[in-house]
């Protein structure tokens, strides 16, 4: 569990001035900014707003990396944003959000600066019994949404006047020193929001950084409160991570910390069996392939990775590598797998198609082993709808296994790869002078379609 000397919590002081950072300290360029983003930015100036590029987007340009996302926070409410951008829509019903729209379906999302919380403004709470937030206090100052952020590498603001960084909690600090830290006292922050310690192992594992103790601390002592969630939006934070270049350091933060098993309690008994070093270690091999093939590109189907999530579970529960199912035995321990992971993975919500491609996955995971060690691939085999999928599940486990590693042309024919596949634009039938007839309607007329002559 990666930590660090320091303990001491980011100051919720909004009265301080903040720090500045000027352009020839900090490795942020216009270059690498989108010129959409930079354009909605210019017209907010123009227009007399104040107009910062926030969140990730500054951290990933200060790291070098190439952002997902350009936010942009201002001082214009939503319906001053919807007169300056014509192209724009509001989206949100508790806070307004506007998007504006450019060509080539791209979109940036402008949001006013927010309070710091709805029922915890400048650090106190109201206990009053209703707990109603009045309109005006919706809004804020930069200080404000700056310090209603989750962690202090999210909170900082980047500005095109000076082209300088806004810094109100230390966010440069701890970029430089690799660090996650709460803002705020880890604690309460973690127990309004139970998803944000699924943020802070996730850009640990994505940047390599250390973990602030108190921020841990309050991980491990508020993990089971991850479950007040929805499970939507669990599933959705969980399949970020999976999706992602760095599953083997997010499972082993998981585990380190306890998340993994409030997620998967059923991992919990396989774990804590005498095995269980062996099956953590396959578990972490078995990422670290996933991460390798996400690092060249390859986009794994979402079935596939929850497989190999879960595969060191089948294999321990129901010694899946000694089974050599044929026939009517076959498809019964399919019955018995896919019962299963409705059982565990019921809470999850997983569609019904996935969950019985997973069982293909493991099911006849033991056969292709058998197939590689003889060399014997049957022609049935092939001709199998669930080939490809199940040969690119058995060849991960493979190289997991200290196997070879997968040749590209093999992923190539598993998966589709979606970035390299052109649409051709849909082909519209056009006519030499504006209402002239088409030849359908020539042939309707004279009677051709129906076969019919006058």
């Known amino acids: 569990m990666p930590t660090d000397p320091g303990s001491s919590s980011t100051p919720v002081d909004n009265t301080l001035p903040p720090r500045i950072i000027p352009r020839s300290k900090h490795p942020i360029s216009r270059k690498n900014i989108d010129r959409e983003a930079l354009k909605v930015l210019y017209r907010l ?27 942009i926070s201002t001082d214009a409410r939503p319906g001053q944003l919807r007169k300056i951008f014509k192209n724009s829509r509001l989206i949100g019903r508790r806070f307004r959000l506007v998007q504006v729209f450019f060509h080539g379906n791209k979109i940036v999302e402008v949001s006013t600066f927010r309070c710091r919380s709805e029922f915890d403004l400048n650090g106190v709470t109201n206990n009053s019994e209703e707990n109603i937030l009045a309109a005006n206090n919706t809004y804020g100052s930069p200080s404000d949404d ?50 944000r310690m699924l943020r802070v192992i996730r ?17 491990i002592n508020h993990k089971d409160k991850l479950m007040l969630c929805p499970i939507s939006r669990i599933r959705d934070e969980l399949m970020k991570d999976l999706h992602s270049s760095a599953c083997r350091i997010w499972t082993q933060l998981a585990m380190d910390s306890g998340i993994f098993y409030v997620l998967f309690p059923f991992y919990q008994p396989v774990h804590d069996a005498p095995e269980s070093a062996e099956n953590r270690e396959l578990l972490l091999a078995i990422q670290a392939v996933v991460d390798r093939l996400h690092s060249k590109g390859t986009k794994l189907p979402d079935q596939i990775l929850f497989s190999l999530l879960l595969l060191p579970w089948a294999i321990a529960e129901h010694d899946l590598l000694n089974k050599n199912c044929r026939g009517p035995e076959f498809h019964r321990f399919l019955h018995k797998i896919r019962s299963r992971l409705d059982e565990i993975l019921g809470p999850m919500s997983i569609k019904r198609i996935h969950k019985e491609r997973m069982a293909m996955h493991i099911v006849t995971l033991p056969q292709f082993i058998g197939f590689a060690r ?22 991960i486990f493979s190289e997991a296994s200290g196997g070879k590693k997968i040749p590209e042309h093999i992923v190539a024919a598993s998966v589709p790869q979606l970035s390299k596949v052109k649409h051709k634009p849909s082909r519209k039938r056009r006519y030499k002078k504006r209402g002239t007839p088409g030849p359908a309607f020539a042939a309707k007329k004279d009677g051709g379609i129906f076969g019919l002559k006058k």
Not at 51 to 60: E, Q
């Open 203 to 219: 850009h640990a594992a994505r940047n390599n950084f250390s973990i602030e103790p108190r921020t841990w601390q309050a991980i």
């Open 374 to 395: 003889d060399n014997n691939w049957p022609k049935w085999l092939k001709r199998k709808s669930y080939y490809r999928e199940c040969d690119l599940f058995f060849r």
């Open 45 to 71: 100036r123009d227009a007399g707003h104040l107009a910062y590029l926030v969140g990730g987007g500054v951290r990933d340009l200060y790291l070098g990396k190439t952002p997902k996302d350009f936010d």
């Open 146 to 195: 700056a310090f209603r952020r989750d962690l202090t590498i999210n909170s900082l603001f980047y500005e095109i006047e000076n082209y300088t960084i806004i810094d109100y909690t230390d966010g440069v600090k701890d970029l430089e020193q690799g660090l996650i830290r709460f803002i705020g006292e880890p604690e309460r922050r973690v127990q309004r929001d139970p998803a």
